[in-house]
């Protein structure tokens, strides 16, 4: 059924009037009156404001996720390339028979270079990469990844004339990847000797 209501204050309104028989008699009571022009301005306002709300918060969500990824994906490279660069150097310094630099007691140096079956070895940095050169061969391999750089590395020949040769190998490892509070560094020191 459809009425036009009129009121002296608005004007006039077109619209569908529900009703439900009214069981004193008196006829039909209107409960809802169903408005067929759309949403008003201010409900228009309330929809922006709550996604805009629901906008921030998941921006918030989202840039905390790609943070804790970014920390993680930093500390895991670091650790795994500095596991993997002390079990190589613990290796090939156990099974050589002679380091020639550092040459003596005591001298420091930013390559060693070991002997092991006739061959010689050299470690040494090369555009902050950790390199393994083969004389022999005349090869070289970087031994770090492509995600992280290696510096302020130092070979410190140590012990007693008498004895096994020993190095002390100091070395910086430095993450490309960056988070938010920057670079995951992280400095190592090991002590090897000969077998």
């Known amino acids: 059924m459809k009425k036009i209501l009129t009121n002296p204050l608005n004007p006039p309104y077109q619209g569908e009037i529900s009703s439900l028989p009214d069981k004193g008699g008196l006829g039909c009571l209107p409960l809802q009156i169903k408005n067929s022009r759309g949403s008003t301005l201010i409900e228009m306002l309330l929809y922006m404001g709550i996604f805009a709300i629901l906008l921030v918060v998941l921006t918030q969500i989202f840039s905390a996720i790609i943070d804790v990824q970014l920390e993680s994906e930093s500390t895991s490279v ?4 500095a596991k993997f660069l ?4 613990n290796y090939d310094i156990q099974q050589s028979q002679n380091v020639l630099i550092p040459s003596s007691l005591g001298s420091q140096a930013s390559t060693l270079q070991i ?3 006739s061959t010689n070895y050299t470690y040494g940095l090369s555009s902050n990469n950790l390199v393994l050169t083969d004389n022999l061969a005349n090869t070289t391999n970087v031994l770090n990844s492509t ?3 290696v510096s302020a590395i130092t070979f410190t020949r140590i012990g007693n004339a008498s004895g096994k040769n020993t190095v002390q190998i100091k070395f910086t490892l430095q993450s490309k990847t960056i988070k938010r509070g920057g670079a995951e560094t992280q400095n190592f020191q090991t002590t ?3 077998r």
């Open 78 to 81: 670091v650790s795994q390339d």
């Open 86 to 89: 002390l079990a190589r150097l």
């Open 115 to 117: 002997t092991s079956a």
């Open 147 to 149: 995600n992280t750089t």
């Open 192 to 194: 090897i000797s000969q």
